[in-house]
């Protein structure tokens, strides 16, 4: 049981570390500057969107055993993962729906106009199919697209930080707004990238 969650854990880490959807891999980067003006909508979306990874990575681990059979295999795994976000969007808005208790009710009616964005997200594609082609477990493949989620609000909460920081006179006008906000979170990939480890070719 101890290796079982250790197993788990290790490759949750991973991803949101070593593997972070938006510093290593920008996937999702247009929704986490949409969403750094407001705290609440940033842990929101984050929450929506770890939920949505982790759940559909099951079945999308299902059906990948069935999709190496076929031909051009690789050419069908993005549609047929997008089939699977489909079904599962479908499913937490019914389960959601049908909660009437009246404080989570108010509560879910906030949530639910996020939860389109956060199902159909390149952050939440991406790590489905990163994790489909290191042919993981479905243990480890849960792990990595936890992981993928938590990383997400992980550098959305960076990024409103570094938002917060670099809104100061010394910034000069030309790289004010988007781009010191692009070298900003280019600097930080560089950091999150050292996690990864590099060795040159010769």
Not at 14 to 28: P, T
């Amino acid at each position: 049981m101890a290796g079982f969650t250790a197993n788990f854990l290790v490759y949750a880490v991973v991803a949101i570390f070593a593997e972070n959807a938006i510093f290593s891999r920008a996937l999702g980067l247009d929704r986490a500057l949409a969403l750094v003006d407001d705290m609440g909508n940033m842990v929101t979306f984050g929450a929506l969107t770890t939920i949505s990874v982790t759940i559909t990575s099951v079945f999308t681990y299902l059906v990948s055993f069935p999709l190496q059979n076929f031909q051009n295999a690789y050419a069908w795994r993005p549609f047929i993962f997008i089939l699977c976000m489909v079904g599962v969007y479908f499913v937490i808005s019914v389960v959601l729906g049908r909660i009437k208790w009246a404080p989570i009710a108010r509560r879910l009616q906030k949530i639910r106009p996020h939860l389109h964005l956060a199902m159909f997200n390149s952050a939440v594609l991406g790590a489905l199919l990163l994790s489909s082609s290191q042919s993981y477990s479905l243990l480890q493949t849960m792990g990595f697209c936890l992981g993928s989620g938590l990383g997400f609000t992980v550098a959305t909460v960076y990024v409103a930080e570094g938002q917060r920081k670099i809104q100061n006179r010394s910034v000069p006008r030309s790289f004010k707004g988007l781009p010191v906000t692009l070298l900003y979170i280019a600097i930080l990939s560089l950091c999150i990238y050292g996690f990864t480890g590099y060795q040159l070719s010769f």
